[in-house]
Each structure stands twice: as structure tokens, then as C-alpha cells.
């Protein structure tokens, strides 16, 4: 992935930024099964262009 996001311009102290943020996780029951702010889950995600 830290290649894609090098590539894409995305400064690399950023990129370790959000790697260390995501070392912590939990698995558990969710209250709402409802998924907020999530392309794909509802079908009308926004296309993404890549290459210009």
C-alpha cells in the first residue's frame, strides 16, 4: 500500500502516521448494523478516476 500512497502524492510521515494509527484494533458485536459514510455499502459510492 505505502508504494500506491507514495505514488499518489501522500507525503511518507503521513502515510506512518495512519500505519501506526491502525495497529490497535477490536473485534466486536455492533449496536447498529447500519454503516455510515462507507463507499460501496449502499451502492451509490462516488467513482474514483485514477491515472488523469
Do not use: H, Y
Request: charged fraction near 20%; glycine fraction near 14%.
Amino acid at each position: 500500500m505505502d508504494p500506491l500512497l507514495v505514488s499518489l502524492g501522500v507525503p511518507a510521515n503521513e502515510i506512518a502516521a495512519e500505519r501506526a494509527a491502525m495497529q490497535d484494533w477490536v473485534i466486536g458485536k455492533t449496536v447498529n448494523r447500519r454503516i455510515l459514510g462507507s463507499p460501496g455499502t449502499s451502492g451509490d459510492a462516488l467513482p474514483l478516476r485514477l491515472g488523469g
